[in-house]
């Protein structure tokens, strides 16, 4: 049987990742490459020799359970550090550990965690308690000197030991851990690197699956991690950080608040209007990796906020039109559009009592975006799957203006009839709308025929 002395020398000299990894992309120097390169082959050996160590031990003392977690949960998840064959050794090793006692997390979490962070505390964190400072630790210019030394950043498997604990803590747990969970998340959440800020964002978001809307509150929490992420518009990690950013903030202002009240609806009409309208709109109009990222959070935020969308519809049916309009200037993406219609439909279904003001511009963009993909020889599967979200699209239309404008039958009607052939499977199936084709003289583009009809739905 390996002695407990052993197995501390392995893991603490073995598994100890290179802090090469933080910058590996970055790295140049053959050398240093070829070094990494050998570390990690070594490091999956070490892990194959503890599974089977571990395999073959009795019972493992507590100090010693927490030191073999810290080490090979590094190796559970995505790193450059990392090998398939030495995750799934790391998971058989963390396996015997899939319902971890609270003890073992918190020994995981206050000896091996928490000392990295120990020499640069966040500024608005009591490391002692998790809870938000009356002020800033260290003045006004505090969060200065906290940026000038992270030494927490020479840990690049940190992010992935964190994850760990907190898929593993249960409900009960998590308050007796709040003090140890909180400062590292807030630490890669307030970073000025965005990579750190999305792991950060995806840990906040474990956290809010765990903490009760009441502790959340009671440590000023709520107002922490309510700071959207939505400023770094301009990296390689932007689309990512905008889908994780909205999604948190959602489940944040779903914990925290109640349905129907002042706060819910003054919180998402911050996200929608300030962080995505306001601010990725205006200063991303040029990304649009970054828009079709914030398009994609569309549903879910309106579907949320509801008839309160209506506010923003000249903002949101412009921005969401605009990617299916065949245009030079227009180089939208198939998923781009896609992701544009699925909103524009979940927009429609959310503001159908305002949204007949709005028929022709929403109509023209479908019909277009149909005519142009219908003149493209190669039928993909993104273009089908727009094609149905498009037909999808001319239904929740014609439901929604069905009362508030029952001319709208009359329009689809007519559009239909200037070319059965090309817009019968688009408008066929709707209801009221019948099989009439009729030719109109001069006219040889669909464009042109679409335009000559839209005139009545303006």
Known sequence: MVQNEEFKTVAASELRIPKEFTEYEDVVEAEVIVRLEQWKQHACGILSTLREQVRARGPIPLRDQAELVYYTAQFDGDGPWTLGHSREAAQEVLSLFDKPRVELLECVLRDFVKPIFASNPHPHINVDTGRKLPRTAGGPLGHLDYFEEQGWKSHPGLYNVLSWCLRHVDDRAVERLWHLFVPPIMTYLDDYKAPYKLQGVRLAS???????????????????????CLNFLHEQETPDLIRASVS??????????????????????????????????????????????????????????????????????????????????????????????????SVIQNCEPRIHKWRGAILEAILKCWVDIADGSVDSAETSALKNELRAACTTLAQACHDSAPQITAELQSIQSLDYHLFGPLLADLPGCKRIQYHVNGLTSPIERVNLALPGCA
């Open 206 to 228: 474990q956290l809010l699956q765990r903490a009760p809307p009441e502790l959340l509150r009671r440590t000023g929490m709520d107002v922490l991690l309510s700071a959207t």
């Open 248 to 345: 948190a903030h959602l489940q944040l202002i779903n914990v925290t608040t109640v349905v129907g009240s002042a706060t819910r609806f003054d919180q998402l009409c911050s996200l929608l209007g300030e962080s995505i309208i306001g601010n990725i709109w205006i200063y991303a109009s040029r990304e649009p990796e970054a828009l079709e990222a914030s398009v994609d959070c569309i549903p879910d935020v309106v579907g949320t906020l509801g008839i309160g969308s209506a506010r923003y519809l000249k903002a949101l049916i412009p921005q969401l039109v605009f990617p299916l309009l065949p245009a030079p200037e227009n180089g939208a993406s198939a998923s781009y559009k896609l992701s544009s219609i699925r909103a524009l439909r």
